[in-house]
Each structure stands twice: as structure tokens, then as C-alpha cells.
Nanobody, 125 residues
């Protein structure tokens, strides 16, 4: 059984940093792409960042490029999202997603097969 679980969310002030973690089990973690998405109240879920199996290929939304960094540790079956220079508009529930097959770091939510429950990130102004 596949399990995906996010951690590391919280309340921070604008300009501060936060690091999210996502632990996955029950799948071939080192073979597949992983992604981060977010959903703010009243808005649709949107792409944040994704990473291929090796970590050598990444993909970012324009809104976070240069501020957020996605990485992974295949030995720990964990993917990370380092978020710097946070803004109030980054406030959302952040979801981690895993592909069953495929290593392309897609920005399309339906490309991913497994999702975590989400972790809340709140950035105050």
C-alpha cells in the first residue's frame, strides 16, 4: 500500500523560510517523479515544483522560481521543498504527489497517482 505524507508546514512571517518534507512508502520511490502542489482557499490546486527520479531535472512554477527549491533523498524515500522569501500569497495547503510510473517532472496534477493529505503553510504580512 502506497503512503505519502507531508510535514513541516506552519505559520511564518513574510520574508522567512520554511522547509517541507514528504515521505513516501510502498512504491519504487527512486524510479519516479515527485511533485509539490498547493491549494489556497477558494482557488484551484496549482503546480509548485516537481523533480525527476535522479534529482537532475526539476520544474518550477513561475511564481516560485528562484525562491523555492525542490530536492530529494532516494535513500530516505523523501522529497523536500525549501521555501525562501515567503510571501502572503504563498499561503495554502501544500500537497506532495508521486507518480506510479514515469520520471518526467510534470506540472499536471492528473499525471500523479498518489497524494498526501497536505500540510498548511500560512505566511503573515
Amino acid at each position: 500500500q502506497v503512503h505519502v505524507e507531508e510535514s513541516g508546514g506552519g505559520l511564518v512571517q513574510a520574508g522567512c523560510s520554511l522547509k517541507l518534507s514528504c515521505a513516501a512508502s510502498g512504491l519504487s520511490f527512486s524510479s519516479n517523479a515527485m511533485g509539490w502542489f498547493r491549494q489556497a482557499p477558494g482557488k484551484e490546486r496549482e503546480f509548485v515544483a516537481a523533480i525527476n527520479w535522479s534529482g537532475r531535472s526539476t520544474n518550477y512554477a513561475d511564481s516560485v522560481r528562484g525562491r523555492f527549491t525542490i530536492s530529494r533523498d532516494n535513500a530516505k524515500n523523501t522529497v523536500y521543498l525549501q521555501m525562501n522569501s515567503l510571501k502572503p500569497e504563498d499561503t495554502a495547503i501544500y500537497y506532495c504527489a508521486a507518480k506510479r510510473y514515469g520520471e518526467y517532472p510534470s506540472a499536471v496534477p492528473r499525471s500523479y497517482d498518489y497524494w498526501g493529505q497536505g500540510t498548511q503553510v500560512t505566511v503573515s504580512s
